[in-house]
């Protein structure tokens, strides 16, 4: 099957990078390990070899059985990339031993004691410590034998990178990587469920057999190329809502029932959210701009006008694949922005004593570009001399700031005549230069000036821009927090600053190409390799990431209005963090077991029961079509892809665990939730799905998207 | 994980509730015996930065000119003098007044039941405008938001901390506490550095009128028992995983009280819910969650508890005016119906209530009718065994580029720090003078540990 290292490179030349299912037409692997243990020996033994399976099974009479755990390998002549993996037998202490090294091979073959056996599958070799993006690795430990007391000297290999450490403990040297192993079709289904996890609001059963299919480079590429769904654009309406808006509970609604509502609060484009989050065809753009507002955060808590703040937010996601520094001016022209962080009417300072509003200065500085502390490019904060983190700006360039940040009023409105002063609110389109109120005295900037030079205010501004952007701190700022939100809170420094990298050039010389961070991040090592059993992994699916988790699993129609209402329960109302310092600091570490992972910062005692609850509510409950909202659907659930198999228990369990755990399900809670669907009769198939999707909802080991 | 929670948990998941707690002790439980009284603390944190400027302003001729000077009609955050609410402090010669929305409180400072702390903010030791100048004895990240929030909730400015004061509070005085499985630390506002120690972690609860229980578990079909005790065994598994286990434990703590929790905040004839006016008023919600918790403390069977409420809001740098009256006036009722509610219950003496906030805002007023970030800021402490009545600390020279304003536009030095403050609360609380640096780690870098307010 040599035949596909062509394609492969082909899309290598195409794409940034090679992803695990871009490989999704290479070959299936062909051999597959199994692992056999003998406890009276106290000794693991792995072959792929069919003859050595039937002869283990035979003695099971002094004591080998299969373990249970498989790896899929390659046979002779199926990958090019592959190499021969060499068996080695030590006949004094009855062990085997793998290598994939020639190098290791030569040497061995010099080693009295050693018996070559030949060769026993094929695989590919670490590079520089790693296995490549869609291959796995596999770890070796060593029991050191009779000298550590544990009698006969033998290797044990894991794939599972936690499972492989926790040997530590039993006093078992770790090895390392020993080789890369390909991925099978049904590990190939895990790892496009698990981008669909980080790079979408959550795997369908449908969604998972396409992408498969698809593969995941081309899904990437059909994702950066989709239509962006649309808020529905909504009239201005003033900032002092008139007595004749009201909401008028009478039967039946109209579109202008719930006027106060509607224009008065972001409930529309709240509901637009959930609705185009579970149902849109542009999973990615909306992932990354769900994480955007998320960064560049402006809440409806302080500017309750849903034709502004859904502007915004529409704003975010036509600019989620462009360039960060074109983003950062979209963001500080906007003027619902304007409104939140007070840089709209904006002033110099008056004679009467008034200073420039230092609120946008601060912020801009502190949350969307450059963070507190001067970082190295892996996101570690760099040191001075006293051991301390060094501050990236000081008060004097925050009072620069805020001075070029004067002089920006409301947009024109249609058919009403500009003011040569401050125009009144509106909060849609982009801000207006008024030069009057402009500051035009000297002005600090991060390690520059703008001298006093009577610039006008969007001269002024884009120097500014330009100045904040090119500071060293914004690549591993803006990397590891798209990071934490996308695929892992705390990631390692060589991811952090793969990804600033690529931020800071794409490869052709742009800096702040976003779609290029974006591949970048999701197609990571890290993202994607073995890195993901590692125990602190993943991150917490945040409230609205859970209500359509489950949403998109059951092939949710919505109109939006009941996920809405779930997630305000669980502590998370989209668009609506307390302060624009998001729901969540990006720096939460997790008191009780010292991990770094934001979304705990809204997980406590309150939040964990409301999860629970939602899914009872989801599953078991009767959800109403609401007779507040025109137009209105109600929300419908298609359980067909888990009641069509769930007769038979571990078929369901099966679906369950690659839908809602990305295979992640332990042995304990799958035994503890069979028990628990074989109680449902075997004729009530949608009870049977109920009991699994309820119970999957509430486990802890589905809260950690990893 | 902490071991006292490890041990709650066993406790808990044990069915420990139901059947009791012998043969179960903390390992720690018999080094000190329980007190025979009960006191709580209940943190109010004013998220944004509450202008203190706006909340005591002097009311003698010279010092309302000062204030004048600065922030005068024209400066679009004036509060005219004839609006003040004039108090006199008992150790000082001079008249102060609270801003116009604060007359709930008013009269409790009269009474002796309220304390003014002026200028205190986070310091690593007393420290003037020229050490500041001269780059001496700064805090990190001074006049950010989550950097002051964290120096104010964990008195440690030196550097990012991981702890919080009312968690090492809680880890000082659990033994008093003895073997019972229920948190020292009860949240109404969520998860907050103030509330997290070394070993304890707190219970978060919902604002009155939430419920803390799981519901559709209640069945007594096999079906319905079978997926209860399916949810129980998962809590117990995949704890391999750390962010795995740090959900399920959190959860299991949650399910483990709800049972003597619910009952309590779901109470329909707790005797002080009508004391507190809670529509369109957060902080009264939270307040009286709390008061009903006091009301039950002997179900709940502590000596010891700390609280924490917060409003948000604060941060005006815009419309400082409007938003404040609101927010104050909100802070103010609320706090007063609590005090009244601690006195119905009879533990006004027992239950001491003060304020934290971000930091002070900008003497000097900015674009837009507000005020920026900042440094020293006054507070309220409120109670039956405070020293009422009287104002600690030093009220700031209220001249822009004077002798406490170090950048020009009214950021105040302060003149206590933190760690004073907390560890005068701590004092109060039982914590002896040895124990005062567990709570407040630098409080040796003043030589006063004690503000004398309570």
Redo the contacts between chains.
Sequence with gaps: MRVNSALVASMVATTVTILGGATAQAAEPAATIVEFFNAPANKYFITSNPADWALLDQYASIGWKRTGVTFSAYSQGQDASALPVYRFYAPSVGSHFFTVSATERDQLALIPGFVAEGIAWYAMPPSSGSCAAGTVGLYRTFNNGAAAGNGPANHRYFEDYSFYQSYAAKGYALEGLSMCLPQSTAEKRLDVTRLLKQASFGPSPAEIDRVTTLGTTAWLTEQFAATASQYTPRDYWPNTRPDSCINDTTLPVTPTSYCARDNYSMFPTQLEFYKQAITGNDQLRQRVAWALSQFFVISSTDVPLSYGMGDYQQMLRDNAFGNFRTLMEKVTLHPAMGRFLDMANNRKATTTGISPNENYAREILQLFTNGVNLLNDDGSEKQGPDGKPIEAYTQDEIKGFAKVFTGWTYPTRAGVAPSAGFNGQNLAGTMEPREIYHDTTAKDLLGSTIGPANGTAYADLTVALDNAFSYANVPPFFSRFMIQKLVTGNPSPGYVQRVATVFKNNGSGIRGDLKAVITAILTDIEARGAAKFEPTYGHMNEPALLVTGLARALSAKTDGYYFYNSSNGLGQTVFSAPTVFNYYSPDYVVPSVNVNSPEFGIFNSTTALSRVNFANSAVYGTINISTALYGATGTQFDWTPFSSVAADSNALLDRVNEVMFAGKLSAATRAAMKTAIDTVPVSDTTGRARAALYLAVAAPEAQILR | ??LS?RNTLKALSAGALASGLSGFTLPFASAQSAPSDYKALVCIFL??GNDGNNMIIPADAAGYAAYNA?R?P???INIAQADLLTFKPGNSSSTYGFHPAMSAVHPLFDQGKLAIIANAGPLLAPTTKAQYLAGLNVP????????QQAQWQSTIS???A??GWGGRLADSVASMNGSNPFPVLT?IA??TLYT?GNSQ??????SSG?S??????TGTD??SK??A???N???????????????????E???A??AKVNPIITSTTSSVTNLFTTTGNSLAAQLLQVAKLIEARATIGLSRQIFFVSL??F?T??NQINTQQTLLGNVSSAMKSFYDATAALGVANNVTTFTLSDFGR?F?????G?S??AWGNHHMVMGGAVKGGAMYGTFPVQQLNGVDDV?G?GRWVPSVSVDQYAATLATWFGVPASGLAAVAPNIGAFANKNLGFV
């Design positions: 994980m902490n929670r998220f944004g600065v005068g024209d400066s679009n990190y990240q001074l006049f950010s938001h989550s950097d030196n550097q990012p991981r702890s949240s969520g998860s997290t972690s707190p219970l978060s609860l919902p939430g803390f229980t799981l519901s559709g578990l096999a079906i079978a997926r005790a399916a949810l065994a998962l809590l117990l598994q995949g704890k391999d995983h750390l962010l795995v286990k740090a959900a399920a434990e959190q959860t703590q949650a399910i009280l709800s948000g809001g941060d740098h815009n900008t000097k007023p900015s674009a837009g507000g920026d970030h950048t536009e």
